[in-house]
């Protein structure tokens, strides 16, 4: 009860919020000179609070919950990504001044075609990104309310149009920045309280020693809502509890180890200290290799470790929601200092997530029987502490996970549905004047339709965890606009149609790596991490085809002035320097 | 912009091409400066954490030295990285930052 009323609390606040501060900045310029007061520590807090979504606040602590600690390089990517951000894309692009990717793609290149590419790969990776925000709102209201699944996707998905569609959340720096206070706050506190009340980690064992996970001193009670096809670690005794016709029948099995079963819809009982059944297509793992960061097969396999590494490292500056923030700096420099903080913020949240983890393995290792891992977060507090306390904690987590995806995916859907509407929307009402009342018409309705097709990948996606829905993400991502901006950025004999070949080869690679790895059913060994986590090998040959385009065509690009734009510090009054301004830059194509 | 053009000197015009193309050298200069920092920055980074997974995948006594109760693995993995990369942010900001500082001064000079 007390969550419902903190997740309502935190939704009527953010929309409402949001509502409000729109009224006060309509426009992006307006945004643009009103956060000249806004300092950089406030800029740093906003950009992390737009950054950290139900990867950061769920994924990770469910991930690691499931797959041991290998998950907690996800969160040093996640940090990592900013790093790469500041070296090379943040001062240059502030000081270009292009508020989206597409933006940039085509005033850098002075390429139209371009543009439309970018525009497509935008929308792809923006439609990758909200799938798994949506999951975690789907879980999270079914963890508080108990509603299905898929009543709070379709409830979430509504609430985020609506909010984007009537303009709230666009560049309102202090809302966000609140939402990161939020979000360390919910994740911060439970955490800490937690470890207190248990006096550190519990049941060691299982956690670095060779157990699996166990049923606790006073046994486990299992709810199984459907038929469970789980897999026996080890030898076990347990009991199925089915209910039919008002009368339950109690039976009892012997599991040997390794069995494959189906267990029935009721209630599975294990006795005290039985190891744990596993969802069926989940390992279960010995303390030892659950502790081991780096090591095994599949996902647990040094080449994944590092294509996660890479996809994360390069692919944070290619989330289609992330530059635009960065306007609200002043400057290039300003910009700088801005993700120095932001690297800083980060790292304070990311120190969290890790204990949720840890402490659901032994807490609430009935989480492995259904394979929802991915609400740890959520249930550990009501397991770790019954009663009130637990209750409010649970709350807290709760309203920081639905902050979480509020945030992030209004951001998303702002850069998808200003993508939607400004260039798929068909050409022929784009050359005609349109009044601010048609467009903006036209970006509430693309605000709803941005909506349906993650809608649609989010119901089926319920099995798949959240942290590998975003890792598929950022190798998109990091296989497509990390080489554009790197090369776009410091490379002069970049052209359009080497930019062009290399992000397509990149987009193709990583986007059939994953869809062969889920037809493949996810296989093991050396191939198997590489289609689940393609980045190490699509991002090399990405930045390949685009230098190798670009240096075969007879072009010779001279971008003087965009390179003028990029490069040159601030305050020099250099003569005819009429190109900081890309609006004005893009149609001088040919000077 | 006044038209003064006396014979023998240089018109504006020349001078602004000459000032152009100074500015275009200049900045190339920059540009490359400014890149050789990212990418120093960058190796910096990378030795460290491009080393550490394949460390603790090599290192046994890695995952089985346990520091307070944990494995010494674990600890590198989350202790000591966040806050190498805000220390190596902050360096390269500030270096940058000077890079940036010595060609206004170059411009004004001229």
Redesign the interface.
Known sequence: MIAILAVAAVTIGTVGLGAMGTRLARTTSDLLVASRAVTAWWNAAAISGEYLSAASFLGIAGLEMQNGTTALWQSLGFTAGYLCLLLFVAAPLRRFGSYTISDFAEARLRSPRLRGLASGTVLLIGGFYLVPQLKGAGLTLNVVTGAPYFVGVLAVGLIVSLNVGLGGMRGITYVQAFQFWLKVFAIALPACLLLIHLGGLPARAALFGDEFPSAGAKGLAVPLSAPQPVTFPAATRYTVVVSSRGRSTARAFDAFAGERTTLPAGRLLLAPHAAVPVASGTTALRGSEWARPVGGGGERSPVFVYSLLIATFLGTMGLPHILVRFYTNPDGPAARHTTVRVLGLLGLFYIFPGIYGALGRVLVPQLYVTGATDTVVLRLPQAAWPGTVGNVLGAITAAGAFAAFLSTSSGLLVSIAGTISHDVWPRVSRERTTTVAIRRLRFRLAAVLGMLAPIVVAFFAQGVDIAVLVGWAFALAASTFCPLFLLGIWWTRLTAAGAACGMVAGAVLATSGILVGLALGEPGGVAGALLAQPAIVSVPIAFLAMIAVSLGSTERPAPDAEMLALHAPEGLDLPDLGVRDPFVLGPRAGA | MTPSAQPGGPTPRDE?AE??AH??LY??R??QR??AL?LL??IA?GAI??VL??A??VVPQL?RL?VL???L??WL??VP???I??I???L??RR??AL??S??EL?RRR
Do not use: C, K
């Open positions: 602004l000032a152009t500015g275009a900045l190339r920059l540009r400014q890149l990212s920055t960058l980074f954490v491009g997974p394949l603790i995948d995952r346990d109760g944990i494995p693995a674990i993995l989350v990285l966040p806050p990369f805000l190596l942010g902050a390269y900001a940058a930052d940036d500082e060609f206004r411009v």
